[in-house]
């Protein structure tokens, strides 16, 4: 019993841990850890383990850190980039061109010539009739004398009157049949280009409305049946219209294409005498006095 074993009541002494046992230490009270309400951070993490990978490179990111050496290469690699495309866009609307042979350019390049050449030629020849009208001491019989002038050449166009000049002809053999109506067309519109001033296809007269309808071998030319071979009379500049018909995929190449076969003669004179009843119009009349 405790009474018997420490009969005066002393408090039982300390005993020493003996050297086996080791010296106890008491253990410092550790705090308990708060508990973070429900949808919040633990006030313990820090801020950097809060934010999710998304936001971290976003935070890295944004906003931007640009130096000025960035700025001045991005400037000018922008300015290199915009010369390349205008260059390459130069490049490739002449790439149609770059397939043609030398003489084919050539031909080309002297056709673009004669065109100008033609256009100053007939500004040339308006002034003289101005100098002439202006320096006329009969200015009335010399607008008498241009009038008449005028009327031959409206009457060539219009096909009332026959025309003779130097200028080509051209055939066009169709043993196949394959030729269509609108590859003569684009005859005419070529010879119209080149400078033609009077055409005749057969024995019709070509003018401003004339068309072409049909098929290979039944193909009528403002109503009329024409059949091969087609015998095209062309008056103007030889030197213009030949090549004309000849540039890389022109006419002649067209009907080559189809086996049709096209020859062309130039000559000092070719007579048009092929000709159209004048047609008074209906409802259009002279606004002059």
């Known amino acids: ?55 971290r490179l ?7 850190r640009v130096s000025r050496a960035q700025l001045i290469v991005a400037v000018l690699l922008f300015v290199l980039g915009l ?31 004669n065109r100008t050449q033609r256009l100053e030629d007939e500004r040339q020849r308006l002034e003289d009739q101005r100098a002439e009208l202006e320096n006329s001491s009969d200015q009335a019989e010399e607008a008498r004398k241009q009038t008449r002038q005028k009327e031959q050449q409206l009457g060539i166009l219009a096909g009332t009157v026959a025309a003779q000049g130097p200028g080509i002809t051209l055939t066009i053999e169709d043993p196949s049949g394959t030729v269509e109506s609108d590859m003569l067309l ?56 030949e090549p004309a018909l000849n540039i890389p995929g022109g006419v002649v190449q067209t009907l080559e294409k189809e086996q049709a076969t096209a020859t062309v003669e130039r000559s000092q004179k070719i007579v048009v005498d092929a000709l159209r009843p004048a047609k008074r119009p209906d409802y259009a009349r002279s606004s002059a006095p």
Do not use: C
Request: aromatic share 2%; net charge negative.
């Open 1 to 55: 019993m405790n009474s018997e074993e420490n009969p005066k009541g002393e408090e039982p002494e300390a005993v020493a841990p003996s050297a086996d046992q080791p010296e106890r230490k008491p253990k410092p009270e550790q705090p308990k850890p708060e508990q973070a309400e429900p949808g919040q951070a633990e006030p313990d993490q820090p801020q950097a383990e809060q934010q999710t990978g998304r936001q």
């Open 58 to 64: 976003v935070a890295v990111l944004w906003p931007p």
């Open 83 to 113: 010369g390349l495309a205008i260059q390459v866009r130069s490049t490739s609307d002449n790439s149609a061109l770059r397939g043609a042979r030398q003489e084919d350019l050539v031909r080309i390049l002297d056709e673009l010539d």
């Open 186 to 241: 684009d005859a005419i519109q070529e010879l119209r280009a080149a400078g033609a001033e009077a055409i005749q296809v057969n024995d019709i007269r070509v003018v401003a409305d004339t068309h072409f309808t049909g098929t290979g071998g039944e193909i009528e030319v403002d109503g009329k049946k024409i059949t091969a071979p087609y015998r095209f009379k062309v008056i103007g500049k030889p030197q213009d219209l």
